[in-house]
C-alpha cells in the first residue's frame, strides 16, 4: 500500500474519496491482500478503517490515526493487540477471527464500548490472557465466543469486575459446559447484563435467576408464581382504568347530548 496505489485507488473511485488524504475519514480497504498499515500517517482525520479480509499480522501504524473511532480489522493473522495507546477515540474495535492468544493494550483506549474479539486463541494460557480487559472499563459489548477460555473462575475474576458490562457473547468456549445452570448463573451474578449470548435478558429473567440462587428451584417456582400474580393484578387494573375511561365518555356523551336537547 503505496501513496501512489492510495491515489489511483481514489482517482477510481471519485466519489467516496478526497484526493487529498487528510480530508479523507473513512477508508475501505478490506480484501485487498494486504499485510501491513502502511502510508496510515497521510490520514491524521481518519475516523473509520475498514482493513478486514487482508493478510495483516500487525497494527503497526494504526497509531498515527489519532481520531479513530471504527477500527475493523477483523479476518487477519493478527497475533497481539497494540499500537492503541494514542487512539483514545476508538469507540469500536473489531478483531475477530485473528490469531489473538492474549488480550492487551487496551488501557488507553478510554472510550472504548465495543469489543469483538471472537475465534481467536483467547485462553490457550489460562485465565491470565483476560486479564487485559479490566484495563478498559469503559466496554459495555464484548463478544468472545468460540475461543478457548477454559476456567470457570474467569466469570468471578474477569467479566464480574467489568463494571459496565451490558452485552456478552461467551458460548463456544470450553467454561460454558462447566458452569452449572450456565444463563442463571452469569445472570445473577451480573447485574447489568442486557444481553447474553443469543438472547435478551429480560427483567423477569433476573428475577428468576437472582431467586434461583437465593433457594434454587423452589425459591424460582415461588418466583414465577408471584411474577405471574402481579401481572395478573396490573391487566385487572388496566382494565377497570380503561372500563372507567369509557363510563366517563359516556357519561360526558349523555350529558352533552342532554344539554342539546334543552
Avoid at 484526493?19 to 485487498?32: C, D, I, Q
Avoid at 482525520?45 to 471504527?70: A, D, P, W
Avoid at 458490562?165 to 461467551?170: A, R, S, T
Amino acid at each position: 500500500m503505496t501513496r501512489k496505489w492510495l491515489l489511483d485507488f481514489f482517482k477510481k473511485d471519485w466519489k467516496t474519496y478526497y484526493r487529498t488524504f487528510e480530508l479523507n475519514e473513512r477508508l475501505y480497504l478490506h480484501y485487498k491482500g494486504f499485510v501491513k498499515l502502511e502510508c496510515m500517517e497521510l490520514f491524521p482525520e481518519l475516523k473509520c478503517l475498514y482493513f478486514e479480509g487482508n493478510g495483516l499480522n500487525s497494527l503497526k501504524g494504526i497509531e498515527h490515526c489519532v481520531q479513530m473511532r471504527t477500527l475493523n480489522v477483523h479476518e487477519n493473522v493478527i497475533r497481539k493487540i497494540e499500537c492503541l495507546e494514542k487512539l483514545d477515540d476508538l469507540r469500536t474495535l473489531q478483531l475477530s477471527d485473528n490469531m489473538i492468544e492474549t488480550i492487551t493494550g487496551l488501557q488507553g483506549c478510554k472510550k472504548l464500548v465495543t469489543l469483538y474479539i471472537k475465534a481467536n486463541n483467547i485462553g490457550r494460557n489460562g485465565m491470565s490472557d483476560l486479564y487485559g480487559l479490566l484495563e478498559c472499563q469503559s466496554i459495555e459489548v464484548i463478544d468472545i465466543q468460540g475461543n478457548e477460555i477454559d476456567d470457570v473462575e474467569c466469570i468471578d475474576e474477569v467479566f464480574c469486575k467489568m463494571e459496565n458490562l451490558k452485552v456478552l457473547y461467551l458460548m463456544k468456549n470450553p467454561c460454558v459446559k462447566k458452569i452449572r445452570n450456565y444463563r442463571k448463573t452469569l445472570i445473577s451474578k451480573l447485574p447489568n447484563l442486557r444481553y447474553l449470548d443469543d438472547r435478551p435478558v429480560f427483567e423477569d429473567d433476573r428475577r428468576y435467576a437472582e431467586a434461583w440462587t437465593r433457594g434454587g428451584v423452589e425459591e424460582e417456582k415461588e418466583e414465577r408464581i408471584k411474577i405471574r400474580a402481579e401481572k395478573d393484578k396490573k391487566h385487572e387494573e388496566y382494565h377497570r382504568n380503561f372500563k372507567a375511561m369509557m363510563d366517563n365518555a359516556r357519561a360526558e356523551k349523555k350529558a352533552s347530548d342532554e344539554l342539546k336537547k334543552a
